[in-house]
């Protein structure tokens, strides 16, 4: 879809290598691997932990113009779903094409419903949705 | 604290960073900026987690 993934840890990309060499799970890693040894990127997007010196998970999409467009950010022992990123990255390319609508919560992809706000839809969002 | 500091936030630009990453694809180490994404028109997606060997 045109975007880059980076993955981004306070380790260094040499133990990147490592540890996609030795982790099984990994073996089919395409993906870039981001070093963010002294934790300055992870502090310009708040997931920096003081006391840890650690990155929370978090997961951010950054639209080609340089606009940060989502942010989503887990505690520690919490992992990700890969479909509810998806979801969220096809909402933003879409609505990237198409500022004036609105993605509700039951859209999945392109052609799915979604809501054009104005005087019409005040307290009728239900109907909206359900035409 | 200087502005550099500043956690970018939401519908906000995000200023320039550089990321020394390992590319998996050409089994290299390369420097990947914010400005090079813009400039190929690319969507940039983050994915900070802990620490390698731990899951992601």
């Known amino acids: 879809m045109g975007a880059t993934l980076i993955t981004v840890s306070t380790d260094t990309e040499f133990t990147h290598l490592a540890w996609k060499r030795d982790e099984k799970e990994l073996a089919d890693v395409k993906y870039l691997m981001g070093s963010d040894v002294n934790g300055k990127v992870s502090r310009l997007f708040g997931v920096w ?3 840890s010196g650690l990155a929370l998970r978090g997961t951010f999409i950054i639209a080609p113009d340089g606009t940060l467009f989502n942010a989503e950010v ?5 992992g990700r779903n890969v479909d509810e990123l998806m979801r969220k990255f096809k909402a933003n390319i879409y609505l990237a094409k198409k500022a004036d ?4 919560s ?3 992809e392109e052609g799915d419903k979604t809501l054009r706000p104005g005087p019409e839809m005040v307290g009728k ?3 909206a949705l359900n035409d | 604290m200087s502005e550099s500091c500043e956690t970018v ?18 089994h290299d180490f390369r420097p990947v900026t914010l400005a090079e994404q813009k400039k190929a ?3 940039t ?4 987690y802990p620490a390698d060997f731990t899951f992601v």
Do not use: Q, R
């Open chain 2, 45 to 48: 997606i983050l994915f900070f």
């Open chain 2, 41 to 43: 028109g690319k969507w």
């Open chain 1, 106 to 108: 039951k859209w999945k």
């Open chain 2, 9 to 26: 936030k939401m519908g906000h630009s995000v200023p320039d960073f550089t990321l020394n990453c390992y590319d998996p694809k050409a």
């Open chain 1, 125 to 127: 969002v239900h109907e």
């Open chain 1, 101 to 104: 609508e609105g993605c509700p």
């Open chain 1, 49 to 51: 932990d003081e006391d």
């Open chain 1, 74 to 78: 887990n505690f520690f022992n919490m």
